[in-house]
Each structure stands twice: as C-alpha cells, then as structure tokens.
C-alpha cells in the first residue's frame, strides 16, 4: 500500500508548486509592466517628459512620443503630473483635486483582482502625498457631508499591494455625493470592470469637471466640491469609446442614461483625452456613445 502512496503525494506537490509558479508569473508580469520607466522613487513616480514615453514592454504604443495615458490640459488648469504604479493623477493644488486621473485595466488585471486571494479594501487607510503640492489630509473631509470618492477605483486596483495603497492617496479622491459613489457611479465602474475582460484592456480617464462656480469645503474651506464627474473609456484593440457625465448628486435613473460622447466632456473640461491617437480616428472615436456596442450589465441593487 506505502508505495502507492509516494507517486500520489509527488504528483500533490508538483501541482501545488504549479499552481505557485503560475500566481508568481502572473503577478511578475503585472510587476514588470508597471514598474517599466516610472519607478524611480518610492511612489513609483518620474517628472513628466514628453521624450521619455514610450513604454520598453510594448504594453500600449502609440502614434508619436506619447502613451495612451497622456492628456492635454487646457492652460487655465494647474497641473503637477504624478505617475503611480497603475495609475497617472493630473494634480490641481488650487482645488485640491485631481484633474483627471488615467489608468489602464487589462483582463488579467481584472482576473487578479477578483481572486480569492486579492487584496481586500478594509486594510487600507486613506493617506496624503507629501510629495504632491495642494494635497489635502484624510480628515479634512470629516463631517463635511462628502465621500472621500476614488476616482480610479480600487475594486480596479486589487490585483497589488501598491497600487492599492497608492489609489488610496488622496490625489486620487475627491468630495462626491454618498447616494451617487454608492450608487449609479458604482454600477458604471462594476461595468467597466467586467468590460475589460472581454475587451482585453481598456484605457479609463476619469475626475471632476472644474468650474469657476463650485462650492468650498474642508476645514480650511479650500476643497473645491465639483458638480460633475466623468468616465471616459477607450478600448484600444476594437478601437471603440464611450463616455459618460453625472451630476454630483443621487442619479435618479440607470447608469446607461448617462452615456454620452467624449466630444462632450472634452467640451466641459477643455482635457484633449485621446490626443496620441491620429486625428482622423481621435475624430471618429470621440464622436460616439452606443451603449449597446459594449456588454450589457445587471448590477445588483
């Protein structure tokens, strides 16, 4: 009986060791990628340069010197360009918000972040960059009636350690009605989530529209309180977009009814989202918003 026994724990423990090696590529790949030409410092970040884009892994190219991850900003806009390790912040110290915020979300990435063993949202502490001028603290939106609201979310960021811990820095959150981030906001982002797994990738920018006529907050009275939010989505490999608008309040209806073209946010905001694409296909992406050209999703309520 012993010596039928010894093949069956060799043949336990070579799968288990698979089974190892397989989480450690998976997660080596995703390591690597993100750690490409941003890793310079403890937050992953490097200075903005417009000749040092183009990423050794062939992950995403495009036409010219810049990533998909890179917008233009209109001139009225104070910026300081932050590089994480998943995701690019366009910081404004005047409003204490970010400008926008550009992330990449890959189906393995998806994959990884749903696993069983991903990381969990409750051992994370929102925390302020100290390296980022105009970033406010965590308890300065306390008893302000505000979410403390991701804009890159981190049901997208479970998949590493790091990018958890960076999406919780307040460059990535700003002040957002309860009933919308809990509510139809959510149920767009848990879209975009499972989106990626057909779509292979996507590239997502989102934040704030800024206006001159926004209300203050914070215990200062300094943080700018938007009146809308947008999602931009661009799945590269199928060459198709979409977007989407919310006031800062409860949205009363589905989430689908807020879709609208990215010619319409660029109009709101002034940011040029997709400008790495040539502009004959910028022209014709930017001008569509069919829902019904994306997955359909049912969220539960």
Not at 86 to 96: E, L, M, Q, R, V
Request: charged share 25%.
């Amino acid at each position: 009986m012993r010596h039928y026994l010894y093949p069956l724990i060799a043949l336990g423990l070579l799968a288990g060791c698979t089974g190892n090696a397989g989480q450690q590529d998976q997660q080596g790949r995703a390591d690597t990628f993100y750690s490409s030409q941003y890793s310079g410092n403890d937050h992953g970040q490097k200075p903005h340069s417009d000749n040092q884009r183009e990423n050794n892994t062939g992950e995403y190219r495009s036409t010219g010197n810049a990533s998909l991850l890179d917008v233009k900003l209109p001139a009225r806009l104070d910026n300081q360009t932050v590089r994480y390790k998943a995701i690019t912040i366009y910081y404004n110290k005047y409003y204490h918000v970010p400008n926008c915020v550009a992330y990449e979300l890959t189906n393995t990435q998806v994959s990884m972040a749903d696993a069983p063993d991903a990381q969990k949202r409750e051992n994370y502490q929102f925390n302020r960059d100290p390296q980022v001028a105009g970033c406010p603290d965590w308890w300065e939106y306390k008893e302000t009636g505000y979410d403390r609201g991701h804009m890159a979310p981190a049901m997208d960021m479970r998949w590493d350690r790091t990018a958890m811990e960076q999406c919780f820095l307040m460059t990535n959150i700003c002040p957002q009605n309860h009933e919308l981030n809990d509510g139809e906001w959510r149920h767009m982002e848990e879209a975009i989530h499972t989106w990626a797994r057909s779509a292979r990738r996507l590239v997502i920018f989102t934040g704030p529209v800024l206006e001159g006529n926004m209300k203050k907050m914070g215990k200062k009275n300094d943080i700018a309180v938007p009146n809308q939010f947008y999602k931009v989505v661009y799945a590269p490999e199928q060459d198709r977009a979409i977007a989407f608008l919310f006031r800062n309040e409860k949205a009363p209806n589905s989430w689908t009814n807020y879709a609208v073209t990215i010619d319409q946010v660029e109009r709101l905001t002034g940011i040029d989202f997709l400008a790495s694409l040539p502009d004959d296909s910028e022209t014709v992406v930017e001008a569509k918003q069919n829902i019904k050209d994306w997955p359909r999703y049912y969220p539960r309520r």
